[in-house]
């Protein structure tokens, strides 16, 4: 059977301000309604004998890619957590050892969830020719290049396969070249672009991974034979210390660039890696002078430009080939030249700790959502929305009192034993070392203002008594 693999750990610092630690681009709606995340698994659709995908995710985007999933209607076979990043070999290897687990057939293919493919007719044909190949190789797909893109790694093609329409045995992998090499690459027609998608057998991917590197296999199997699964959830926690220890390493470096078995199918199917805001603004319908407006924009005397607003109106006047990007708590304004070079602000940012790295204003929880409203040294307040039929935990806190306002819905309030409830207009206080709990108890989404105040509002300061999500 054909078990697809959905790797989601990324991160995509490149199109921050809008793509962060605790929402990467995977998991935002960047092109239209859907996701990355969800458009991947739906193209896979029409594809023979496969079961349910495989996702693998961070630990803290865990309700949000099961939240993506159930608005698609989409059923896994299970959502594996990684507790710290790896990279893809090890992430892989995972998948391989529990596709075996369920099917001793089992073909891997590997996708990762930020790809946006056009063609995907195309795309299926291809993966059909991959499948004819996966028992006896380890199957890349390579992009036939548009243009000398150096921001990509290449793969050289070597002889034909015979017997399968466009199976090439791979020649060589090559580091991103300069813009000039990069042409003789595209002259050639021998080369491809490095997709990071792959169609192999889960058993000989383990066997050669444990070949050319023993130490991700021994610590993945470590890791793997300490799971635990929340059978409510399809959630696989993976043992944390082992899987820590595991070296990181891409599939391209630990397995492809050292077997002899290595095999590539090229592909044409309008594939892009949605990588910077450079590319976001070719793939977007662009207007009469060549700029992109999404949100509450208005422009005039503007080209070439990619305008997006989030939160506020966005005004822009007479500049060409720049990038603003508005979010409720950063502006980024950069030109189209320097896309690639957003991630160096994203590192400035890690080592000055600051939070807009992390988190946006909004954030969102399994039950709903917070939006951060305004905030001082010994107050803040914050906008909350449960989901129906959603509760929060029941917790205390050490250093705040809370004020509760109900905007909108029916809040069931559990506060210190009593229990009542709340609708529009209606408040109450939540004295500081108060066990309560907030819950949803109707049809429509609950919204309240919560007024924090007191000497520490950090939200570290929660002691969780009962909590239906597990944390």
């Excluded at 813009?179 to 080369?191: C, F, I, N, V, W």
């Excluded at 109450?428 to 919204?447: A, D, F, V």
Aim: proline share 5%.
């Amino acid at each position: 059977m054909l078990h697809p693999v959905i790797l989601s750990g990324g991160i995509g610092s490149r199109l921050w301000p809008l793509s962060r630690e605790h929402t990467p681009k995977q998991l935002l709606p960047l092109m239209g309604e859907k996701t990355p995340l969800q458009t991947t698994i739906e193209r896979l659709e029409g594809l023979p004998e496969q079961v349910a995908p495989w996702i693998l995710c961070n630990e803290d985007h865990r309700f949000l890619v099961a939240e993506q999933l159930r608005q698609i209607q989409q059923t896994t076979t299970g959502i594996i957590l990684e507790p710290v990043g790896r990279n893809t070999a090890p992430a892989t290897a995972i998948a391989a050892l529990a596709a075996l687990d369920k099917d001793p057939d089992a073909i891997l293919l590997v996708l990762p969830a930020d790809h946006l493919i056009a063609d995907i007719a195309r795309f299926q044909h291809a993966v059909v020719q991959g499948l004819e190949l996966a028992q006896d190789y380890l199957v890349t797909f390579g992009i036939v290049p548009l243009y000398p893109e150096s921001g990509y790694g290449y793969i050289r093609s070597g002889k034909a396969i015979e017997g399968v329409e466009s199976g090439l045995q791979v020649g060589a992998f090559v580091e991103k070249p300069d813009t000039e090499t990069a042409k003789t690459y595209l002259d050639s027609g021998d080369y491809y672009w490095n997709s990071g998608m792959f169609i192999f057998s889960a058993e000989r991917y383990l066997k050669t991974l444990g070949h050319f590197e023993p130490a991700i296999l021994a610590a993945c199997e470590a890791a793997y034979a300490g799971e635990s699964i929340d059978l409510e959830r399809d959630f696989i926690r993976l043992e944390e210390t082992a899987f820590q220890s595991c070296p990181s390493q891409s599939i391209d470096y630990a397995v492809m660039e050292k077997t002899e078995s290595a095999a590539v199918i090229p592909l044409d199917a309008g594939w892009n890696d949605i990588g910077s805001w450079s590319a976001l603004w070719d793939l977007s319908a662009q207007d009469e002078t060549g700029t992109v407006c999404r949100g509450d924009v208005l422009s005039e005397s503007v080209s070439n430009s990619y305008l997006r607003a989030e939160y506020r109106l966005l005004a822009v006047l007479g500049v060409s080939d720049l990038i603003v990007v508005e979010t409720a708590d950063a502006v980024l304004v950069a030109h189209k030249d320097q896309a690639q070079q957003v991630k160096n602000i994203v590192t400035r940012l890690k080592h000055t700790q600051r939070t807009e790295v992390d988190l946006h204003r909004k954030v969102y929880r399994p039950w709903g959502s917070y939006e951060l409203m305004d905030s001082e040294p010994r107050f803040q307040v914050k906008r909350i929305r449960v989901n129906p039929g959603a509760s929060l935990s029941l917790q205390m806190h050490h250093h705040r009192s809370e004020h509760w306002v109900v905007v909108a819905g029916t809040a069931n309030i559990h506060r210190d034993g009593e229990q009542f409830l709340l609708t529009e207009n209606q408040s109450t206080y939540i004295p500081l070392g108060t066990r309560h709990r907030l819950e949803n108890p109707g049809k429509i989404p609950l919204e309240i203002i919560e007024i924090q105040s007191g000497s520490y509002l950090g939200e570290d300061d929660i002691i969780r008594f009962d909590d239906e999500y597990g944390r």
